[in-house]
Structure formats: structure tokens, C-alpha cells
């Protein structure tokens, strides 16, 4: 499940609120040491591809000091007048920076741990005020440089006015080319520039995870692993399919946060984001499977904020050489071209997230019979169609143990997958093998075939299951020379 932007459900009736709690909380930095003693209850380790987080379970808020330490590189973690309850030998510290964990009594009755590092950090932690699920938490996150996928945000603005203007420029050189005989040389160069026919990026986003375990079922089912499981076999599905490629947004029991799921995706250059949750509700009753889109009210503050973004980066940049090619565009188009983009992904969310909806409840009973709209944070990419599918119930306890077999994962992935593509057959995105499929079809009439840049022809010869030489003999062609726009007879075979 998610946060709703508004408390409640659509249906106003209270939702579980535990999830993205997490993100408010984190402005509560260390609170300063209490005058009993802290106990460390507990401690918990991630290994993320680009961190590691340390999470103590405290029995109340403890001040901290952390420091690196080199030659060799560890990491020290001081806690005043604090006792550790808990055994740091069953930490798994496979696939983390961490080498091996000390504990120690520092000036009588304090706690220090030393982590040996395997490699480089940059250390950070913060307190964490007690919620539904955790007590007082101290949290070390143990960042590696240069790999953290956090990067300045490309501005979508910038980008497509990019595309225009190289658009623009394509348009006048064929215009020129256009206006005479063409000559070999034109020919040629449309020759070399083969369709890139390249896969349609499905970005992946398994919700929550790490210390963040989402929803949880009555016999203890987490919504982080289940919805993990579901996430691989859609991966599978998709990479198992011609002209698809799956990106995952996280692949292990990590936390990556809402913002960083999006620019994971921006990076990934996905064409379509699919957030996988789990349902909740206070009752046992609820059961089925929801679908959700950006609501327009979220669309409309997300324009704003990109826009106040970018323009404050453009003051930035300007200041200091003054040549940004964004500076003398005009504030209003800038609007304008970013609603337009906003209303278009928004659009196809919405029609991406019907072909879902149906292909779901072909498999499980739906919740809701249309989709659904709020202002989660994940979906909010100006330029990337997002949905974010409640695969079920975690909290109704057929539904808790339907999403822990892997059939109905499976079928849950497979309903998801079929929807988004009818969508993205009827709409491919160009330059993608569907788009060149689509168009081959369309250029083949009756038993005629229109040649497209890039085609060969033994490649139009093997599509048509015609033998190369019968092709050539058919259109009394002697050598391999075709032109583009040409038509050619494609002979029974
Ligand atoms: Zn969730």
C-alpha cells in the first residue's frame, strides 16, 4: 500500500497509514540523550547497489556520534550512556560494505561499534521517532561515492525543446533535399541510418522494502517480499518478450526513496513505470485488485514544481556564463510545453492503466472497476506514463495467501504485462521494433511493399518468406541496389 496524499481513502473510509511515514520523521534529527540508559535492542542491515543502512532498535532516543576512521577504513558509531541487548554476530553483512562488526564500553557507560569497511563511504545518520511498526532507530547510511544513482534531474522542458529543434533542422535539410532530383550521395546516407528498431523500456518499481516493509498480512506476509516476487516474474515476462526490456527499479531488500524511484526510471530512459503494491485496509473484509494514475491535482503542483525548478537552475547557470540555451525562451511557452507533456503522460497512464485493469480482472476480482487517481509521488514523472497497481489485499487473509504463491504472482505479472502491451502495440513509441513492425505491416499492401530506410533486400526477402533470388527475378532486379520509396512486387512463393 501507499500514503494517500489526502487522509482516507477514495472511498473515505481510513487506510493503514504506515508507509512513507518514514520521510516525514526524518526531519526529527537526533534528540538529544535521555538520562536512563538506552538499550540497543536490535540491529538491522541492507545491502543496497549503492549503500548500506544501519538501522539500531533503541529503547529510547540515544545522541549519537559517527566518525570514519583510516588505515585501515572503519567506521565508528558512538552512543552516549547506551547498553547493547543485541548480538552483532547475527548481522548479515553479505553484499555490504561491512567487513566484520566490534562492540565495545566507551567512558563507562557508553557504546561504541566499530565497522570495519571493505571500501569507501560517506557516513549519515538521523533519528527516527517510534511508529506502528519500530520503536526509537538510530539510522547510518553508509553511501558509496560516485555510485549513488542520485543525479541532477534532466529538466523534461529542456529536453524537449532539444527534440524539436533537431527535428526542426532534419525538417529543413529534407526540405532542401526534397526541392531536387536526389543524388546518390542522399540516397546513401538515408541508407545508413537503419531503424534503431530498439526495446520499449518497462521500468519496474517493487514498493517499499529495506526497513520499510510496507503492509503486512495477518500471518505475517510482508508486503516488501511479496511484492518483490511479483516484480521479478513481471522482469521475466518482459525480457522473455521481443522488444521489451525491464529495468528494476530495486532488486533486493533495500529502500530506495520515492523521488530516486523516479529518477531511477528518468536514467533508465524507461518508456513506462509500474509501482507493485499490496494492499491494506483496518478490516479483513477488502479484497481485490486496484489500479491507479496520477490524479490531475497532483499533475498540476508537479508542473509547477518543475517549472520552479528549472527556471531557479537557469538562474543558477546563467549566473555564471550566461549562455544557457533556456534562458531566452519564453517563461510562458516553457509552461505550456510542460502541461502539454504532463496532459499527454497522464493520458497514456490512463489508457495504459484500462488495458491493465481489464487483463487483472481476468485473474482476481477487482477492488475498484476503473482506474484510480492520487498524487503518489512515484507516479509523478512529467514525461513517463506511471501506474501503480494494488495487486490485492495483504490484510485479507485469501488474498495474503494468494499473493504468497507464485502462480498467482505469476498471473498477477502476466495480467499487468498484457495490458501494457495492447497499449504499447497500438502506440509504439518510435524508433521502437514495435513502431517498425507496425510500419512494415502498413507497407505491405496486397503483394506490393513500399522500401523503408534501412531495408535490405535479402531482410525484405527472409520477412516475406520469399527466396531472395525469386524477389529479384520478380522485380527484374540485377544487383542489391534498391532506393527508398521504391515499390516492390513480393511473388508467391
Ligand atoms: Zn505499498
Redesign the pocket.
Known sequence: ??RRLRQGSPGGKPRLGH?GSLLILCCCFVIAGPLSAAQVENMRLWAAPDHSRLVFDLSSPAQANVFTLDNPSRLVIDLDASQLRSDSDKLNLQGSAIEAVRTGVRNGNGLRIVLDLKREVEPEHFSLAPNEQYGHRLVVDLTYPGESAVEDPIDPIEAMIREQEIAAQRAQAEAKLGGKPQSPAAEAVKKAQPHPKRDIIIAIDA??GGEDP??HGPHGTR?KDV?LDIARQLQQIVNRTEGFKAVMIRDGDYYVGLRQRTRIAREQKADFFVSI??DAFTSARPNGSSVFALSQGGASSETAKWLADSENRADLIGGVDGNLSLQDKDEVLRGVLLDLTMTATLNDSLAIGGQVLDRLGRVNRLHKSRVEQAGFVVLKSPDIPSLLVETGFISNPTEEQQLKSASHQRDLAQAIFSGMRAHFQQNPPPASLLAWQRDNSRNTAGNEYRIQPGDTLSEIASRHRVPLAMLKQANELNGDAIRVGQVLRIPNS
Open positions: 500500500m501507499v508507509a514498493g517499499h510496507g503492509a508486503e511484492v503494491h499490496a
